[in-house]
């Protein structure tokens, strides 16, 4: 049984950096393709961040997020830095189960954790 277990959501100041992990378990793949997703309020839930051998980023966040598999310890992270008030929301991580569509799209992915909250503000 799959299961997503986010961490490091917080609050921090414009400008500053967070760490989220994602401690990962029953995954069947060794190179299993994960992302990062978030969803503010009254927002769709959009893709940060995925990697499988590769990472991939959206434009909104390259240069700032960092995407990394901890491969000894199952975990997914995701650091951040030079945050902005608009990367406020719930962060998911998520495991993907389909390979019929690009990977920002969220009916990619089978598997979800419940979230971690990410507030940014001057």
């Known amino acids: 049984q799959v299961e997503l277990v986010e961490s490091g959501g917080g609050s921090v100041q414009v400008g500053g950096s967070l760490r989220l992990s994602c401690r990962t378990s029953?995954?069947?793949?060794?190179?299993?393709?994960l992302a990062w997703f978030r969803q503010a309020p009254g927002k769709e839930r959009e893709g940060v961040a995925y990697?499988?051998?590769?990472?991939l980023y959206a434009d909104s966040v390259k240069g700032r997020f960092t995407i990394s598999l901890d491969n000894y310890n199952n975990t997914l992270n995701l650091q951040m830095n030079n945050l902005k008030r608009e990367d406020t929301a719930m962060y998911y991580c998520?495991?993907?189960?389909?390979?019929?569509?690009?990977?920002?799209?969220?009916?990619?992915?089978?598997?979800w954790g419940k979230g971690t909250q990410v507030t940014v503000s001057s």
């Open positions: 998520a495991a993907r189960g389909r390979r019929n569509g690009y990977w920002v799209e969220p009916g990619q992915y089978s598997y």
């Open positions: 990697i499988h051998l590769g990472p």
């Open positions: 029953g995954l069947s793949e060794s190179a299993p393709r």
